[in-house]
T-cell receptor, first 112, second 114 residues
């Protein structure tokens, strides 16, 4: 049950905002967000645990709506360094031994 | 810099051969997960090891096997290589196997099967 990410790709100009969504058909325990630049390993951004919390650092924040089994990643006033592919990874609530399943990713390209 | 290292960086093998990929986890991390990432796709979970025991497996055949050692290193072994095994193989270490612990990825091994 791979989570579904949208949009698949987005092109922005520096300074614009972006929202990346991640939805699951299963009840979730946690959602993980990673960014991967071309040819590099995925880099951890943040984890959201069930409880509807919102997290953020710098101009990147995320929310988790456990009722809708959805999470959204918000990139505010995007910078060139934000370019890359963003993956959400989900853990199901029914069995905490289930491992993180990643979506197919959202490619973000920031233009100067 | 996550402290997770993998070797080799690149590898070319022939169909039918066997390969061993290595990972050194961040110190103190009892858990290592291995992923296969095809071009343009998200990482796919292969299996996880926790305190040297397999602790979950994804939808991969038995020819994918692993080991975890007490010194925070681990191996991914693939027998009877197939062309579709060509991918980036990532290991990720974490403090605990689940419950919302962040994973730290290594740089990956790019495997090409010809």
């Amino acid at each position: 049950q791979q989570p579904v990410q949208s949009p698949q790709a987005v092109i922005l100009r520096e300074g614009e905002d972006a929202v990346i969504n991640c939805s699951s058909s299963k009840a979730l325990y946690s959602v993980h967000w990673y960014r991967q630049k071309h040819g590099e390993a995925p880099v951890f951004l943040m984890i959201l645990l069930k409880g509807g919390e919102q997290k953020g650092h710098d101009k990147i924040s995320a929310s988790f709506n456990e009722k809708k089994q959805q999470s959204s990643l918000y990139l505010t006033a995007s910078q060139l360094s934000y370019s890359g592919t963003y993956f959400c990874g989900t853990e199901k609530v029914t069995n905490r031994d289930d491992k993180i399943i990643f979506g197919k990713g959202t490619r973000l390209h920031i233009l100067p | 810099e996550t402290g997770v290292t993998q070797s080799p960086t690149h590898l070319i093998k022939t169909r039918g051969q066997q390969v061993t990929l290595r990972c050194s986890s961040q110190s103190g991390h009892n858990t290592v997960s291995w992923y296969q990432q095809a071009l343009g796709q998200g990482p796919q979970f292969i299996f996880q090891y926790y305190r040297e025991e397999e602790n979950g497996r994804g939808n991969f055949p038995p020819r994918f096997s692993g080991l975890q050692f007490p010194n925070y290193s681990s191996e991914l072994n693939v027998n009877a290589l197939e062309l579709d095994d060509s991918a980036l193989y990532l290991c990720a270490s974490s403090l605990e196997p689940s419950g919302g612990y962040e994973q730290y990825f290594g740089p990956g091994t790019r495997l090409t099967v010809t």
